[in-house]
């Protein structure tokens, strides 16, 4: 069914009586072309860009539990693209560049929202770093501007510039085209897109092997729904990313570790940007519904627990008391963990394995949801020639044996 | 947050007194190592989902390093030791 003021007008006369589930529910089929381990918001996006731009549409997409029920439904939604080197600038402005337009491709509201990214300073070594990425960014065509205090305040009123506190700001980068989108609508645009393609989306199916041929090459997966026959398999299972590949035989350079969030009680509106402060730690936007979405740290150990421990959460709220005063009386509804796979250099990983049929979609880490679209549109594409494109060539595994890192460890809009 | 039992102070200490120090018994041998094996040593790691051990040091006590094994499920610390020890047996 396609959504638009007819369907609903009629919709609405019938007393929203006839509204269709938003995408099939199959029995797992024998066999497929491709299988997708993981239905999160990259794993579906790969269904869909398959189907939609390479003709492959007998897909299953396989998730453990619920789909967009990991790290797609538990981030703090925030997109941007103002990362320092030309992969990055290339592979998330490809990203940034299809939101403003995925509503209306998916037909599925997404609430995009370019609300504006602005990240504080709030020392020399703050502005010299942002300054040099607004520099390399205005190379690559990605915007990215520096503003003063004053300027910041203004477009942010609620930050405290004053002079005397412990991290005074003294600047800003902002994004302008930076911003949020609605997670979870995400997660179902693609999974309602994919599934009216053909795409099998099949929830509750845990993967507890991958099989393999006398040549090694994957020739399907056991699951907790029985055998499932496979061409090709790609794994977009995030944090787990290692348990998986490791069915395979296959040990990754990835860490997985908590990384938290909070929101607030909901408030009148308040702020209208995404804000960052890499140097506190905090970074906070307000959801439509007037919550306070606000990113905490990481803890430092390998954990998959979604958990994490309760000094990180004080931290992000000591910062964030400092930033916005007005807020120290607000009090937060709940806190959370998801489980971000994060690679040495921290840019991910999109790319062919040593093992024939298997590819692997992983290492987004702590940034993962602003590339949703464009990391489901350059891994179908490898998937489906069997290639990365120019987009995608860079982020091999292969770089970690030749070295030809993308180090993007201080480039995160907060330090992880 | 977790409790760790530091094995030179004999002590259990809130985790804000260590330093994560990844993965323990990497090894390599510098005057020969491959490539491949340079790699493996540097980036790859089993990123175990289940009992890992792992090192910590304990930054603001002994300032020692020591090993751990830890449920990466539950985040249930089975046992600490020393460093250059080697992994106690059933863990």
Redesign the interface.
């Known amino acids: 069914m396609k959504f638009s003021l007819a369907t609903l007008a009629r919709q609405a006369l019938r007393g929203h009586q006839d509204w269709p589930e938003q995408w099939r529910s199959p029995e797992p089929k024998a066999v497929y072309d491709v299988v997708i381990i993981g239905a999160g918001g990259h794993g579906l996006a790969t269904a869909y860009y398959m189907a939609k731009e390479h003709g492959i549409a007998n897909i299953a997409v396989l998730d453990k539990g619920w789909l967009g029920g990991g790290n797609t439904g538990r981030n703090t939604t925030v997109i941007r693209s103002n990362y320092l080197w030309e992969e990055s600038e290339a592979i998330y402005g490809h990203s940034h560049r299809m939101w403003p337009g995925l509503s209306r491709e998916l037909n599925y509201n997404v609430m995009y929202s370019p609300r504006g990214h602005m990240m504080l300073a709030h020392g020399h070594h703050d502005e010299i770093a942002f300054k040099r990425h607004i520099y390399a960014n205005k190379l690559a065509g990605i915007p990215n501007e520096w503003l003063t205090a004053e300027q910041a305040k203004a477009f942010c009123p609620i930050i405290n510039i004053e002079p005397g506190i412990r991290y005074p700001v003294i600047g800003a980068a902002l994004q302008r085209t930076g911003g949020t989108a609605r997670h979870d609508a995400v997660a179902w645009g693609f999974a309602r897109a994919a599934s009216a393609r053909g795409v099998d989306i099949i929830q509750n199916c845990e993967v507890t092997a991958i099989r393999r041929d006398a040549s090694g090459a994957v020739i399907g997966v056991d699951t907790t729904r029985g055998a499932i026959g496979a061409r090709k398999i790609g794994v977009v299972a995030a944090g787990n990313t290692s348990p998986v590949m490791a069915m395979a035989g296959m040990r990754m350079p990835l860490e997985s570790v908590p990384l938290q969030a909070l929101v607030s009680e909901p408030l009148k509106p308040v702020m209208s940007c995404v804000l960052s402060s890499n140097a506190v730690h905090a970074y906070m936007s307000q959801s439509d519904k007037g919550e306070l979405v606000i990113g905490a740290g990481a803890d430092s150990y390998v954990s998959y627990s979604q958990t994490g421990a309760l000094h990180i959460a004080t931290a992000t709220l000591e910062a964030i008391c400092e930033i916005f005063p007005i807020l120290s009386r607000v009090r937060m509804l709940r806190n959370w963990g998801g489980i971000v796979d994060v690679t040495p250099d921290r840019s991910p990983i999109v790319s062919k394995t040593a093992v024939p049929g298997l590819y692997v979609n992983c290492g987004w880490g702590t940034g993962g949801f602003k590339a949703t679209p464009g990391s489901g549109h350059v891994f179908a594409h490898l998937m489906a020639t069997g290639e990365p494109n120019a987009i995608a060539a860079p982020f091999t595994i292969e770089r970690f044996r030749t070295g030809k890192l993308i180090n993007e460890a201080t480039a995160a809009a907060v330090a992880h | ?2 409790l760790i039992r530091c094995p030179y102070c004999e002590m259990e200490r809130p ?2 007194e260590f ?2 120090g ?2 323990a018994h990497l090894t390599r041998e510098p005057k020969t190592a491959t ?2 094996e340079w ?2 040593f ?8 289940g009992e ?1 051990a ?1 090192r910590w040091r304990h930054a603001v006590g002994c300032g020692r390093f020591f090993n751990c094994v ?1 449920d ?4 249930k610390i089975v046992v600490t030791y020393k460093a250059g020890e080697s992994r106690p047996a059933a863990t």
Do not use: A
């Not at chain 2, 540097?42 to 989902?49: A, E, G, K, P």
């Open positions: 947050m977790l985790e804000i330093k994560y990844g993965e490539d491949e790699t493996d540097l980036y790859f790691r089993d990123n175990t989902r890992l792992e830890r990466t499920v539950s985040d």
